[in-house]
């Protein structure tokens, strides 16, 4: 079967129209709320610029002085898994939908890393939370539907091997395994656009 891969969504543009209502108190004044967001704008910066270390820095000397900042610690969370280190990257997400229930960026992204990871069950459960907090949220509902056939295909391998003479599984991996297939440009794309 094809690499199994799902997006990790990598705009904040959702994010920051759900969290600023929860995580902005409101003694926040204009200059503090600008100063957030430069620094997000800049932590963004330096990990695109392929200075990942200085951003990671930034991110964290952020979070030391306003640690409950949801936009920057999701940054933190896209760019550490983006770096392959994904269990620092799920303990922010599942640390973030545990604070915030109801955003589904936060469950999209810790069930692409389990995805990742091989725990189609577990990505399913977290998927299947992102679409409760957002129904509206295409990129959880594809995901989810890729995890449903990563499971189907699973299913099917374990059930041919048991029963080899079963010529319909055959078929039914090979339909999964075809909803794999990608096309090579296709598969390099970063998401884009908020609803990626």
């Known amino acids: 079967m094809a690499r199994f891969r799902l997006l990790i969504t990598i ?16 003694s926040l004044t204009g200059a503090q709320s600008s100063q957030a967001t430069s620094a997000i704008a800049e932590v963004h910066r330096l990990h695109y610029a392929g200075q990942t ?12 002085s306003k640690p409950n900042d949801a936009q920057m610690r999701f940054l933190k969370g896209v760019i ?5 280190r ?8 599942q ?8 955003l589904a960026e936060p469950y999209n992204n810790l069930a692409a890393l389990y995805a990742a990871d091989g725990d189609y069950a577990r990505a399913r459960i977290t998927l299947e939370q992102a ?3 957002n129904p509206s949220y295409a990129t959880a509902h ?14 099917y391998a374990r059930a041919q091997k048991l029963e080899p003479a079963n010529g319909a599984l055959e078929s ?4 999964v395994r075809e909803l794999f297939k990608r096309k090579p440009e296709a598969a390099a794309a970063p998401a884009s656009g908020a609803s990626k």
Do not use: M
Request: aromatic share 6%.
């Open 11 to 26: 705009t904040l543009w959702a994010v920051s129209c759900c969290v600023a209502a929860q995580s902005t108190p409101s």
């Open 53 to 64: 270390a200085a951003a990671l820095a930034k991110a964290d000397a952020h979070l030391a």
């Open 80 to 84: 550490l898994a983006e770096v392959q």
């Open 86 to 93: 994904s269990s620092e990257a799920i303990a922010i997400f």
């Open 95 to 102: 640390k973030l939908v545990d604070d915030y229930p109801d």
């Open 131 to 133: 679409v409760r907090a």
């Open 142 to 155: 594809e995901n989810l539907g890729d995890v449903y056939a990563a499971l189907a295909s699973q299913s």
């Open 172 to 175: 039914k991996l090979a339909l």
